[in-house]
């Protein structure tokens, strides 16, 4: 039977809003489960679940077709049927909807709580607010067999890196079950959203994971001014995606350091952080910011480069150029490295197709996806570059995508200081209602944005969509059978963000 | 691999060296960071990184204290990864509700003396997330706080500086949350 495409199915729903630049329409229960079943049967791309005090929304990709939509369920009963029972990627978000705002998934086979930890004083904060009940012990899933023991792990980790629980159940040296218990730095973004002029908001989006900051302002920059029907002028286009390049650089030198510095190669790490440095640096020379924070607003950017400037990045250009190569090399010649990363941690393409698993993590395993190419938003569509993907998905893989990426945005790099257009920076902002979403490729995957104003153009409503969501419960499947002392380095491999997943 | 490490054995090391000419803040910063921590330590400080909710920005910072460019450890500070090993413990983020039990617990584990530092201007009163219904607020809301280092997130050099006003300043009575 021939799939009906995307528009297809939800074209039978009424047009709600004028959100741009992808259609939302409103959904009866009958059509959100058949859409459901695109995405068991792989029609489409589960790209976001998210609620509202009296809706649920999802937002769903066309693999085939390139298109893009946004699905409402209206649920004023507070029941809508279950996506996750159907398929799995949307068991957490319907979690945590149920959490923040009380909508029961119906028909759903896992209802534990995922956000609240029973510390908020308050259930469903963000829909009809109830008092917090006892906190009883969280029910990780069983394990039975014999000489099976567990290994708990967190929230406070060994390493500097985020709050988040590892449940391990091994058999000897080998993990037979990981299951991951996350909340921890859950700071109630949504919530604090609500009412915020866009300067502000622009501000907390940059703040909901540090790694991406230039990618979430950006992202929600975008949805903004879909939503208010401006659009930045051409420079600030160009400037913006030579900050979203530079902060990929900075993140996958960074990973690709710390993933052999986890195999036991601190060399890599050594070499790595000084490249990473040097970026920083230059970031910061050029605007403003080692990681460039609050450079992106809606309507433009807020710091132009000069010649003097540019210079300096050209001067880090020829810094990468010389010292990535050797780097390269060495990760391609070490043995003993490679014993660690090749056939470790392996992701089975089917999980990453449907999972929608974006970034490194689903182009090294066959997810042929790069936002930059599928939507070509400015100035991608003006810059040549290829999307790296590899299919043996392995840690392995996942460097050599990095490495791959890298150069790319190095290539970028120098593309965009070439040919950058001028003129101003930044447009002038005329309030008004408005719905906008946004889909902008981070270092670590496609991030989601979706947005609505109110008449004074303050948020009334805006939902940030992680890449990690769909990554994370993949990590669960890639480590099994592997041992407990490989977990860094696959979960490094990995690198999920816990602060943009936990919100 | 031998190439690189021939490199490193004829190229002048990266490690801004001390006093740097251009930066008389970090070159007497050095010269006081190394007798203040011989006099408490005898020029050992473990210190150890929690996040109790941070964007994971600070972490970003924290962890380049370590490459060439820095180099914390020649100072005599360096980074465990037990609060049973540590005599800081360097606290980021707007302390979530969800992680208000944890620090208290890796406070606790803590032996005394011991010395906190709220790094990050959301450590110090929740910054942007201050007034949500899942955040605490500033990590001194949860435990005692010696030392705050400002900003979003702090330079790697506010953060030594920042460790070098710890050093200075009188031992305080350890203190329970």
Redesign the interface.
Same mark, same amino acid.
């Given at each position: 039977m021939k799939m009906a495409s995307l528009i297809e199915i939800i074209a039978n729903g009424a047009k709600v809003g004028d959100q741009r630049p992808w259609p939302r329409f409103a959904v009866d229960a009958v059509q959100w489960q058949e859409i459901a079943e695109g995405f068991r049967d792989g029609a489409f791309v589960l790209s976001g679940l998210w609620g509202e005090a009296d809706a649920v929304h999802m937002a769903l990709l066309d693999g085939a077709s390139g298109e893009m939509a946004v699905a409402t369920l209206p649920c004023p009963s507070g029941h809508f049927p279950s996506i996750g029972s159907i398929h799995p990627p949307a068991i957490r978000p319907e979690r945590a909807i149920h959490d923040l705002f009380g909508h029961v998934p119906d028909g759903a086979l896992d209802l534990r709580p995922w956000?609240d930890?029973g510390?908020?004083? =308050?259930r469903h904060?963000l829909g009809v607010r109830l008092p917090a009940e006892g906190g009883s012990p969280y029910a990780f899933l069983p394990t039975e067999g014999e000489g099976l023991h567990r290994i708990a792990v967190g929230? =406070?980790h060994?390493?500097?890196?985020?709050?988040g629980h590892f449940r391990f159940t091994a058999n000897g040296e080998a993990i037979v079950r990981l299951e991951e218990r996350f909340?921890?730095?859950?700071?109630? =973004?949504e919530?604090?959203m609500h009412g915020l002029p866009l300067d502000?908001a622009a501000?907390?989006a940059g703040? =909901?994971?540090?790694?991406s900051?230039v990618a979430y302002a950006l992202t929600f920059s975008r949805a903004a001014e879909a939503a208010l029907g401006i659009d930045a002028p051409p420079r600030a286009h160009w400037l913006r995606a030579l900050m979203a390049e530079l902060e990929r650089l900075a993140n996958h030198l960074?990973d690709i350091g710390a993933i052999c510095n986890d195999g036991g190669f601190a060399?890599m790490l050594?070499?790595c952080?000084?490249l990473?440095?040097r970026i920083?640096r230059a970031s910061d020379a050029g605007f403003g910011h080692?990681?460039m924070?609050d450079a992106i607003v809606a309507g433009g950017v807020t710091t132009d480069l000069d010649p003097q400037r540019i210079f300096k990045l050209r001067q880090l250009l020829t810094e990468l150029n010389r010292g990535f190569p050797?780097l390269v090399e060495?990760y391609d010649?070490?043995a003993s490295l490679q014993d660690r990363t090749v056939g470790s941690g392996r992701l089975d393409p089917a999980l990453a197709r449907q999972f929608g698993a974006g970034g490194f993590i689903g182009r090294a395993s066959g997810r042929d996806f790069d936002a930059r190419r599928k939507f070509a938003y400015p100035p991608y569509d003006q810059l040549a570059f290829d999307v790296p993907v590899r299919d043996d998905g392995d840690v392995n893989a996942r460097v050599w995508i990095r490495i791959k990426e890298v150069e790319q945005s190095l290539a970028l790099i120098e593309q965009i200081l070439n040919d950058l257009p001028g003129g101003a920076v930044r447009v002038d902002l005329v309030p008004r209602a408005g719905e906008g979403v946004a889909l902008v490729e981070g270092f670590r995957g496609d991030i989601l944005v979706w947005l609505q104003l109110g008449d004074d153009a303050r948020v009334r409503r805006c939902h940030l969509r992680d890449p990690s969501w769909f990554q994370w419960p993949l990590l669960e499947a890639a480590i099994e059978g592997n041992i407990v002392a490989d977990f860094p380095l696959c979960n490094k491999s990995f690198n999920c963000?816990?602060?943009g997943s936990d919100l | 691999m031998r190439r690189l490490l021939f490199q490193g054995l004829v190229r002048s090391p990266l490690t801004e060296r001390l006093p740097v000419p251009d930066d008389p803040e970090l070159a007497a910063l050095s010269r006081k960071l190394d007798a203040a921590a011989k006099r408490r330590l005898g020029r050992s400080l473990s210190i150890r990184a929690i996040d109790a909710g941070s964007c994971n920005g600070c972490e970003l910072e924290i962890n380049a204290l370590s490459n060439a460019f820095y180099d914390l450890e020649r100072f005599g500070l360096k980074f465990v990864a037990s609060p049973r090993h540590a005599d800081v413990l360097f606290v980021t983020g707007p302390v979530t509700k969800n992680m208000r039990e944890a620090l208290g617990r890796t406070y606790r584990a803590t032996p005394d003396p011991k010395w906190v530092v709220a790094v990050g201007d959301c450590a110090i009163d929740g910054g942007l997330f201050a007034e949500s219904y899942a955040v605490i607020g500033g990590v001194a809301e949860v435990i005692p706080v010696d030392l705050i280092i400002r900003g979003c997130p702090p330079r790697p050099r506010d953060l030594l500086n920042g460790l070098l006003a710890l050093m200075e300043q009188p031992r305080r009575a350890a203190s329970s949350p």
């Open positions: 956000l930890h510390c908020w004083g =308050v904060p929230p =406070v060994a390493g500097i890196i985020e709050p909340g921890y730095a859950h700071k109630g =973004v919530s604090l502000r501000k907390l703040r =909901v994971s540090g790694d900051t960074g060399l050594a070499h952080a000084i990473r440095e920083l080692r990681l924070r050797q060495l010649n070490t963000s816990y602060s | -």
